[in-house]
């Protein structure tokens, strides 16, 4: 049996099981020796260490899918306002249980407001499948080349971020996180999400080439998510190679669910923990239940230690900050 078809089980951080990998080549080694062969003595050194870094780690990667479906249960309660997204991940998933079909799974497009959980979404996404995770930010000034990386010509050129998340790392198959899209449009000299249009094209993601590197990579597997606050400023093609989904920020009972198992995790997580109380307060999780999901954690470590200031078991509604992080003013008081 050829390499490119082994089976073997391969360590994860996903809960469910341990999952299922076959080796997939990703790129033509002989191609790149040509590239090598062909760069100047004594120029192009970064190009040159790319190369050589590709010779010496080879072209196969991991192929990661699971090997049945794996547990859930703990996303639902820890991401509600996610459950649309998860029903259709799992289905997903569910069909290529019990099947050499490779784990494929459409790109996902996570419209909603700022702190509601997108890219920490992404991240449990991530140690659920045990394929790794690539993160680009489309809102920074690097952004006209964080997907397709640089021409070599340029001064401080490099390859772009999917290039080196898959000959980086060890994943045929990656999370590749696409945060705030929305705003790629910015002042960049030409469109920073021109890459991305063959990318979310199987057949044409099969050959990709890096602007840097110049070699053609399989990027076929990868698995997009993107995020976003406005749908109005993606460009429609994006949007039609996606499955969009509009999350809400949670209700207020899931965002006391929300809470309450941060609180739980955190004193589990601490050995101070055990100091306090094993459940919140019903008063402090009605106020935790007003703020968005990204400011918990935050809320919850300035409670405690404003409570242990305070020699306190337990965590008060005046031991957390302002809802929205408002700090006070250092000064004298007069």
Same mark, same amino acid.
Not at 36 to 47: G, T, V
Not at 72 to 99: G, I, T, W
């Given at each position: 049996?050829?390499?490119?078809?082994?089976?073997?089980?391969?360590?994860?951080?996903?809960?469910?099981?341990? &999952?299922?990998?076959?080796?997939?080549?990703?790129?033509?080694?002989?191609?790149?020796?040509?590239?090598?062969?062909?760069?100047?003595?004594?120029?192009?050194?970064?190009?040159?260490?790319?190369?050589?870094?590709?010779?010496?780690?080879?072209?196969?990667? !991991?192929?990661?899918?699971?090997?049945?479906?794996?547990?859930?249960?703990?996303?639902?309660?820890? =991401?509600? +306002? !996610?459950?649309?997204?998860?029903?259709?991940? /799992?289905?997903?998933?569910?069909?290529?249980?019990?099947?050499?079909?490779?784990?494929?799974?459409?790109?996902?497009?996570?419209?909603?407001?700022?702190?509601?959980?997108?890219?920490? #979404?992404?991240?449990?996404?991530?140690?659920?499948?045990?394929?790794?995770?690539?993160?680009?930010?489309?809102?920074?000034?690097?952004?006209?080349?964080?997907?397709?990386?640089?021409?070599?010509?340029?001064?401080?050129?490099?390859?772009?971020?999917?290039?080196?998340?898959?000959?980086?790392?060890?994943?045929? +198959?990656?999370?590749?996180?696409?945060?705030?899209?929305? /705003?790629?449009?910015?002042?960049?000299?030409?469109?920073?999400?021109?890459?991305?249009?063959?990318?979310?094209?199987?057949?044409?993601?099969?050959?990709?080439?890096?602007? #840097?590197?110049?070699?053609?990579?399989?990027?076929?597997?990868?698995?997009?998510?993107?995020?976003?606050?406005?749908?109005?400023?993606?460009?429609?093609?994006?949007?039609?190679?996606? +499955?969009?989904?509009?999350?809400?920020?949670?209700?207020?009972?899931?965002?006391?669910?929300?809470?309450?198992?941060?609180?739980?995790?955190?004193?589990?997580?601490?050995?101070?923990?055990?100091?306090?109380?094993?459940?919140?307060?019903?008063?402090? =999780?009605?106020?935790?239940?007003?703020?968005?999901?990204?400011?918990?954690?935050?809320?919850?470590?300035?409670? !405690?230690?404003?409570?242990?200031?305070?020699?306190?078991?337990?965590?008060?509604?005046?031991?957390? &900050?302002?809802?929205?992080?408002?700090?006070?003013?250092?000064? !004298?008081?007069?």
């Amino acid at each position: 049996m050829s390499a490119s078809k082994q089976l073997v089980p391969v360590s994860s951080s996903s809960r469910g099981g341990i &999952p299922i990998a076959r080796m997939r080549s990703l790129y033509r080694v002989d191609e790149v020796g040509r590239k090598l062969d062909k760069l100047p003595h004594k120029e192009h050194e970064n190009l040159r260490s790319t190369y050589e870094r590709m010779l010496e780690k080879g072209p196969e990667r !991991f192929q990661v899918k699971p090997s049945g479906l794996p547990a859930m249960d703990h996303l639902y309660d820890e =991401l509600p +306002n !996610f459950s649309e997204v998860l029903d259709d991940v /799992k289905r997903q998933l569910a069909l290529c249980e019990d099947s050499r079909d490779a784990l494929e799974i459409t790109p996902l497009l996570l419209l909603g407001p700022p702190g509601v959980g997108k890219t920490h #979404f992404a991240r449990e996404l991530s140690q659920l499948l045990g394929t790794g995770m690539g993160f680009m930010s489309m809102s920074s000034m690097t952004a006209g080349w964080v997907l397709s990386g640089a021409s070599s010509q340029w001064k401080g050129a490099r390859p772009g971020k999917v290039f080196e998340t898959l000959v980086d790392g060890q994943y045929a +198959n990656p999370v590749m996180v696409v945060d705030e899209i929305d /705003k790629a449009g910015g002042e960049h000299a030409y469109d920073p999400l021109g890459a991305l249009y063959s990318l979310l094209e199987h057949d044409t993601a099969g050959s990709f080439v890096d602007e #840097f590197a110049e070699v053609p990579i399989d990027a076929s597997q990868v698995i997009w998510v993107a995020t976003a606050n406005d749908g109005r400023a993606i460009p429609d093609p994006i949007l039609n190679r996606m +499955n969009v989904y509009e999350v809400q920020a949670p209700d207020r009972d899931a965002a006391r669910r929300i809470a309450a198992r941060l609180y739980d995790g955190i004193r589990r997580d601490h050995a101070w923990g055990e100091r306090f109380e094993a459940q919140p307060r019903a008063e402090v =999780l009605d106020r935790m239940g007003e703020m968005a999901p990204r400011e918990m954690r935050r809320a919850w470590m300035t409670a !405690f230690g404003n409570a242990k200031l305070a020699c306190r078991d337990h965590v008060v509604c005046d031991d957390l &900050p302002e809802s929205g992080g408002r700090k006070s003013t250092i000064g !004298f008081m007069q």
